[in-house]
């Protein structure tokens, strides 16, 4: 009796560790192999760069087009390097360790300037023994373009920051405006 009594108050300390985050990236996509069960991550982002259009798309066939530009939504869409709002969302890949049972995390979405969170989800990650490596890939929502500024995807644990992965934010002239020589 005295053994499943010590097991139980040690299983309830190990509750309180912290896991430790062996890896936090965002990328364009995320595969694994099948035979090997190996994570391939591919177009790490860490700069989106964008620019905004004088006029939004979604003109008729006549060739009327919109006078009022939604500059949000146009940010997103005119994303240079694959992020984009009519295309795929990037994902998150994390690696984990120290695990005991199931915990519950955070992920957030911030403006580090403000400390403004765009979007939160709860996730939980278990494992049946802490020196155990948990791997977890999940889409992102949308990651809203924000003006140029420093954002961060957090992984958060009992109120507590186990790490981040900044994304930068860039304005760059309209590419269809450029010089006619930049290709020279």
Known sequence: MRIVQLAVFMRMENDLQKPILQALLVADRVYTDRDSGKKIIAGVLRKIRYFVSDVAAGGDSAGDTKSEVDVEKTKSKLALGGV?????????YLSLTEIYGTQDFLVRYVNIETDTAKFERTIQIA????????????PLPELPVGDS????????????????????????????????????
């Open 84 to 92: 984009s709002s009519t295309g795929p969302t990037p994902f998150i």
């Open 127 to 138: 494992s049946d023994s802490p020196i155990e490596t948990i791997e977890k890939v999940f």
């Open 149 to 184: 500024s420093v954002y961060a995807v957090e992984l958060i644990w009992q109120d507590e920051t186990l790490g981040s992965f900044r994304i930068v934010f860039e304005k760059v002239a309209n590419p269809q405006h450029g010089d006619k020589n930049d290709n020279i």
